[in-house]
């Protein structure tokens, strides 16, 4: 057993560090990212951009779509030196979702289509399954596709949908087929927002931000070719993917950048019960990691971690949150006064704690994260079922 | 003993729970917090034309005479409509405080709060000086006020306010309008849809009169005040924590996924078994806490602090959890829930935080 890291990841992590301090991460999004300043559309197209430039956005794809081919360790260090760099985090949504869907699933005009685009950023993807009365029951959406000669007619709606209004395409769940188990009869198909019958609406949060959206289907036709995969065949695509969503989601890197920043946030405020939160949370930190290794290595040996990886989930999410928990304690009296998710801009600022503003808006803003991707609850329920056996 | 609210008492919940229901659903709200003012004149008369604005203060001043209890049962009330108007700054702060002192003036300024006709704010935060409120920075030297006051809740709408502040050396209340000559502010929202604001004094003349507290009588004046301040916004705290799960209930027995409603997995039992119980035990804390302040017992900081260090920690853990309950519903700003959440923050932030009221507990 050995902790370290070889010597050929080492090289690989200081390549990557030299890459986010030698100008590789765009001078202007680093600037933003550590003022706690808003990104725009475009910030993230130059950031993602960069990324695909220096050739790794690809970075959980085989080689032969043009992805990095990195084994486990490599991509969680990749991952982790992203974050603590405070990098944003990486659109999933093409590059981490359909993507594989399409080089797993999709024919090879699909591929050809659709996969360099989104190795270089070209396309913003977003994902379409929740809806209104689909949540944790992904299985009995009831949006509809009905097949019309060379095209699909959808109408539906779903919701939670991350950035839609920076979207070019979306990939949705379908239903096909009404009859039989609510499993079979769903189909992945990709759509091009601009199709007429698309209408994005926004949802806003509590910390003000508007992030989701709910998307309207209005007899949306869309070419047949645009299935992926079989007809009806669609949620074993869609548990693929979420099997691909899981990765990266303890978050391991951005919370050590966030705890960094805690610490140097409480070292100024001499509170000992403060002192004794932020030791809590560096502990259970430092046990999220070591577990997330113990994962990976023993998915480099062969193994097939599975159900475990909720663990990852689930403590990843809980520490995010905690953290921000503790900066909002940090901030006192401060805690009372909100901008909005955008911070007071060029207006007069108070006299408080310059995080306060910003840890609000990540406090409200992070209880989301124990929401989305399966909720913590079901998270739960399946290390019951799948590792516990009960 | 008798721990059961009196008729009177019960009478005044039915009214003011009606009021809400018929006056102040949320959409109402919204449209208050997204107003310039970040309270209703129309709705604020209705509080003077039923008596709310002159409840607390004494008979001698034109008031009802009511006492914690009853602050209590409108606050708690007012936390389960997260009623943003500001009755805490204007009547609890400023008006009790005018009310037990020898200010000279205070009949009419009472007057006019009663009648709605006027706001008054207290000042008596300062940066740095985080929940230390009897060593202001802020002073007054030569009948001239300088200084900086934060966090002054309902500032912009308030037409006089008073200030804490040194004055030879010892603590003194000041009262002084808002638009005297060197004072000058800048206005926030807070988390919870109101207004507060930062204030600055710039040699703004002061009479002996407006003086009305110094030494020993101002610091008694400024404690039993934030005391009581601290109790109100306690209930309101119980009054939330009682809506988040009696709201999730609600919601997760309306709410189907796997062909069933959700209130029937086990697992969010227990989670709201357990909102339910902090909440009771919050209600526990501030029949103590209400009952002792009543009392002007020896203990009446003590069990004020224990309420509020309660409804800091499990109240916020309440709100949590019933946002997350409502899965993404509860952190979309249409629904009210997530509005409890930030009724929580703004309510822990007050007048100290849960840690800070848990040393003085134990202290």
């Not at chain 1, 809806?131 to 992904?138: A, K, N, Q, R, Y």
């Not at chain 1, 953290?323 to 940090?330: C, G, H, K, R």
């Amino acid at each position: 057993m050995d902790l370290n890291f070889s010597k050929e990841d080492i090289q690989f992590r200081d390549e990557i560090r030299d890459w986010l301090t030698n100008g590789g991460y765009p001078e202007h999004v680093k600037y933003k990212q550590d003022n706690d300043e808003p990104l725009t559309r475009q910030d993230m197209v130059d950031f993602h951009k960069a990324v695909s430039a220096k050739g790794w956005m690809g970075y959980n794809w085989p080689v032969e779509y043009g992805g990095t081919g990195w084994s486990p360790t490599q991509l969680y260090i990749y991952n982790q030196e992203f974050g603590k760099a405070g990098c944003p985090p990486l659109l999933a949504f093409g590059v981490s979702m359909v993507g594989p869907v399409i080089y797993t699933f999709g024919n090879d005009e699909q591929k050809k289509r659709f996969l360099p685009d989104i190795l270089e950023f070209n396309t913003w993807w977003c994902q379409g399954y929740s809806e209104p009365g689909s949540g944790s029951d992904l299985a009995s959406l009831k949006t509809k596709a009905v097949r019309d000669g060379d095209h699909y007619i959808i109408n539906g709606s779903k919701t939670w949908t991350t950035l839609a209004q920076s979207a070019d395409w979306i990939f949705v769940l379908v239903r096909t087929e009404s009859t039989g188990k609510k499993q079979e009869g769903i189909s992945f198909i990709l759509v091009d927002m601009k199709t007429p019958g698309i209408e994005v609406k926004p949802i806003i949060t509590i910390d003000g931000e508007h992030e989701v959206n709910s998307v309207f289907f209005t007899d949306v036709k869309v070419p047949a070719e645009n299935i992926v995969g079989e007809e009806g065949k669609g949620w074993t695509y869609a548990k693929f993917l979420l099997a691909h969503e899981r990765f990266g989601i303890a978050a391991v890197g951005a919370s050590m950048r966030e705890l960094s920043r805690l610490k140097d946030v409480v070292k100024e405020i001499n509170n000992p019960e403060l002192d004794k939160k932020v030791a809590e949370v560096e502990l259970s930190i430092s046990a999220l990691e070591l577990t997330e290794l113990r994962l990976l290595s023993a998915l480099e040996n062969g193994g097939n971690p599975g159900a475990e990886s909720s663990i990852l989930k689930i403590k990843g999410t809980e520490i995010q949150q905690r953290l921000t928990e503790i900066f909002v304690e940090a901030a006192g009296e401060y805690a009372l006064m909100y901008p909005g998710a955008h911070g007071y801009g060029s207006n007069d600022k108070p006299s408080g704690p310059e995080f306060a503003a910003a840890s609000l808006s990540k406090y409200l803003n992070m209880r989301k994260t124990s929401i989305y991707g399966g909720s913590n609850e079901i998270q739960k329920n399946i290390i019951s079922k799948f590792v516990l056996g009960v | 003993m008798n721990l059961n609210y009196s008729e009177e008492q019960t009478m005044l919940r039915e009214q003011i729970q009606k009021f809400c229901e018929s006056e102040y659903d949320f959409y109402k709200r919204e449209d208050i917090v997204k107003s310039d003012k970040d309270f209703d004149e129309n709705v604020w008369s209705l509080f003077a034309e039923q008596g709310w604005l002159s409840m607390p203060f004494s008979e001698e001043s034109g008031g009802f005479g009511f006492g914690p209890v009853e602050l209590s049962v409108l606050f708690e009330e007012f936390g389960k409509a997260l009623v943003i108007e500001p009755y805490l700054s204007t009547v609890v702060l400023s008006g009790t405080l005018l009310d037990k002192s020898n200010y000279s003036a205070k009949l009419e300024v009472i007057e006019a709060i009663c009648s709605g006709s006027m706001h008054v704010s207290l000042a008596y935060a300062e940066a740095a000086k985080s929940y230390e409120y009897n060593s202001p920075s802020c002073s007054i030297s030569d009948m001239k006020l300088n200084g900086t006051k934060t966090l002054v809740l309902n500032g912009s709408n308030a037409s006089k306010v008073i200030v804490s502040c040194l004055h030879n050396n010892e603590l003194a209340l000041a009262i002084l309008d808002t638009n005297a000559d060197g004072v000058s502010q800048n206005t926030f929202s807070t988390i919870d849809g109101q207004s507060c604001s930062e204030i600055i004094f710039e040699n703004v003349s002061i009479t002996e009169e407006a003086i009305f507290a110094v030494g020993e009588e101002a610091n008694t004046l400024l404690n039993e005040t934030l005391n009581l301040a601290t109790l109100c916004v306690g209930a309101e705290a119980v009054g939330c924590m009682t809506s988040c799960y009696l709201k999730t209930v609600e919601y997760t027995k309306g709410r189907d996924q796997f062909d069933q409603p959700i209130s029937n997995f086990q697992v969010l039992q227990h989670r709201m078994v357990d909102m339910f119980i902090e909440s009771e035990l919050a209600k526990s804390l501030l029949f103590k806490a209400m009952l002792e302040v009543d009392a002007n017992s020896d203990e009446k900081f003590k069990h004020v602090s224990a309420l509020k260090a309660h409804v800091g920690k499990s109240g916020k853990i309440s709100a949590q959890d019933a946002v997350q309950l409502h899965g993404g519903m509860g952190v979309s700003d249409e629904m009210m829930i997530g509005h409890y959440l930030k009724k929580m923050i703004s309510i822990d932030a007050l007048f100290g935080n849960a840690d800070h009221h848990l040393n003085l507990f134990s202290s």
